[in-house]
């Protein structure tokens, strides 16, 4: 007898998915908003570097005839790497937000994933909202939701 190949039907998600997921969701707001906050520390070398450049913070310039860098470049340094930190961070911050929503109207499955895992970067906190994310997001039920 020929095995006849049946359409797989995924289980329907239960009350207590939709009920993880929206708590998933609140929580990765909470994450968001702590990540957009240690984020901005680094302002902090921001404006010291725009201090250093513009002449605002008395640095000792090299002597006459002695070499040396410039100390407007060790200005710019805290600059560029201030001015990355915190785009870096504000970024993900965004993008964390933006998971929990599409977590909450159950869009973007992949997306979800991939913030996750990149959240468990985040220790502590983001480490145990990837972890239990990418644990929700793995149950059949759940992954037929967001078709």
Known sequence: ?????????????????????RLLAIFHYVVAGLTGLFSLLPVLHLVMGLAI?????PMESNPPGA???????????????????????????GFIAYAGRCLMRRRRYLL??????????????GTVLGVFTLVVLMRPSVKAAFA
């Open 1 to 21: 007898m020929d095995a006849v190949d049946l359409p797989a039907t995924s289980p329907a998600p239960t009350e207590d998915d939709a009920n993880q997921l």
């Open 53 to 57: 450049v513009t002449g605002k913070l």
């Open 67 to 93: 070499t040396g860098p410039d100390p407007a470049l060790f200005g710019w340094f805290f600059v560029i790497f201030a001015g990355l930190a915190i785009a870096c961070g504000l970024t993900l911050a």
């Open 112 to 125: 979800c994933q991939v913030v996750a895992a990149i959240a468990c970067m985040l220790m502590p906190f």
